[in-house]
């Protein structure tokens, strides 16, 4: 029993930052959302946890936490999967084949352009710009041989200014709400979102057994999705919407620390300026697929655009921008990734294009 006291104690701290970091994250979206700023839950989330964290006083977020926002943002998403809009999404399939192409071919390009410009070795720069589920390629970056930290963090960069770009190009767009789930469709019903409650994280959890990525997010979507295409018309509970948006924003900002600006400015910068660069192409991919007349502007330009399929989604949700293209065109983008880049990388160092 006396062992166990310096172990308890070490632990009050932790729950105390991060009750801290979640209060701070609160906050922010608050302001934010009174400023008008914005996806605010989201950004506001982020820049209060970024305060707290550049303080040193902020803390992690645990991983129950980034689940329970995949899980509510997944079924809320899954809900506008009506039958009228699975048909609209089949129709696309050719374009989000493609997309996953554009997708590699942007690995395959810019894994060279960071390599002299952040004096990375080969294998970190290809996983550092794979446009893929960033958790995978840390983990794929290690197994290769990558410096994985580096990794991790040269996603976080480009997640965290695609959001930040993505965010504010939605809410300026000038685009209005297709057809999808509106403000006028009902709530859950209590017994509905009990059975969801109990569904949907076990959904999560499958998904996850069998390795499908972002099984979290994706197995609640496969989950709400079937009880859409059945008929049932409702929608999440705002109140958890907003929950989700203030976890998803403290998992962003919590990488904001002074150690992660410090220990390596040289790749932070660079990894910044591929994404600038990746966007600026992704516009023009966006644009082209918009004059096919297939989907609107802000729909392709949110279904290319590099950021991480949770973060796209619910950008496309909150401003009623094709969430159900936008997710199934990530879903696809991340799954050519995660199966192609062994073999990208392999062919990028044989070929010289990386160097070792």
Known sequence: MVAEKPALQAD????????LTLAAASLGGYAAFWLAIPLPWVLGAMLGTAIVMLLGVGAKQPIQGRRIAQITIGTALGLTFTQEIIRQVASLGHWML???AFSIALTMLFSRVIQRLAGLDGPTAIYAVAVGASAEMALQAQKAGADGAQVASAHAIRIILVVSLASVVAHYGGEKAGNYISAATPALSWQLALLFVLLAPVCGWLADRVRMP????????LM??????S??????????????????????????????????????ASAALVTLSMLA?????????????????LTAFL???P????????????????APIVTAFHFFRVIATILSIGWVSKTLLRTGWVKR
């Open 12 to 19: 009050k701290p932790s729950v105390a930052r991060r009750l």
């Open 98 to 100: 493609l997309g996953a």
């Open 214 to 221: 972002n099984a979290w997010l994706l197995g609640p979507v």
């Open 224 to 229: 709400a999705g079937s009880f859409a295409a």
């Open 231 to 268: 008929g049932i018309t409702t929608r999440m509970f705002p109140a958890a919407l907003v929950a989700a948006q203030i976890l998803i924003g403290w998992s962003l900002g919590q990488h904001m620390t002074r150690k992660f600006f410090v220990k390596s400015p040289r790749m932070l």
């Open 281 to 297: 192409i992704c516009v023009l991919l966006a644009w082209s697929l918009s004059k096919t007349g297939s989907i609107s502007l």
């Open 303 to 305: 279904a290319v655009a």
């Open 307 to 322: 950021g991480g399929t949770a973060e796209m989604a619910i950008i496309a949700k909150t401003f009623g921008i094709g």
